[in-house]
């Protein structure tokens, strides 16, 4: 979550679907590589910036702002940007306990993440969730777990850093299967508000067996 950088070389290394991308430190060549691609494109603040690190530019001038702003200025801190290519498709959030190779999913949430009706507005951090998803099917959410949040975890694992906690997958379905946006190491706000209503079991026993290397048992209603 720190460092989208490190996600996305952990997800090329181990084959786990995500969007073309490259990072940078110098303001010229991010530009240079901007104007080489395609527009929309996806400009990320490399850290933790508040859920306001990404912009997706829609113009020329708006991504050498941004990237004037994040490389330039260090709005967020010292600069480093992911250009991801745009990708289109529906969002949804899918939350997992994970403890080392044992993974263990919630059910799966839309969040509303731009302002203004109609998408129209920048990102936000969140404006509301809802949780059961129609454009989800069965199949889509095993493609996801085995190809996407499974093998995360068995990467980390292989990395000699095992994740135990909540692993986010902020995911889409493109017209050419699901990908990954992001990742974030704790329960996703404002799906959690959605979600967590429906666990009928003890959550504290959840943590527990979370932090014991278990998988848990949980029941939803």
Known sequence: ???????????????????AYATFTDFEEAMAY???GSLPTVLKYDGLAAGKGVVIAETMEEA????????????FGEGRVAIEEFLTGEEFSLMCFVAGNKI??????????????????PNTGGMGAY???????????????QNIMQRVADAMVEEGVPFTGVLY??????????????????FG???????????????????CDVADGKEPTIEWN
Do not use: W
């Open 104 to 121: 263990c999913p919630m059910p799966v949430a839309q969040d509303h993440k731009r302002a203004y009706d109609n998408d129209e507005g």
């Open 131 to 145: 949780t059961e998803l129609p454009f989800i099917t069965a199949e889509d959410h095993a493609y996801a777990m």
């Open 64 to 75: 050498e702002a941004t990237l004037r702003d994040m490389l330039l200025d260090t709005r």
């Open 189 to 207: 706000d404002p799906e959690t508000e959605v979600i967590l209503p429906r666990m009928m079991s003890d959550i504290c026993q959840v943590f």
């Open 1 to 19: 979550e720190a460092s989208k950088d490190f996600a996305k070389r952990l997800m090329v290394k181990y084959d786990v679907p995500t969007a």
């Open 34 to 36: 901007v104007r080489k």
């Open 169 to 186: 997958g902020g995911l889409m379905k493109t017209p050419n299967g699901i990908k990954v946006i992001e990742f974030n190491a704790r």
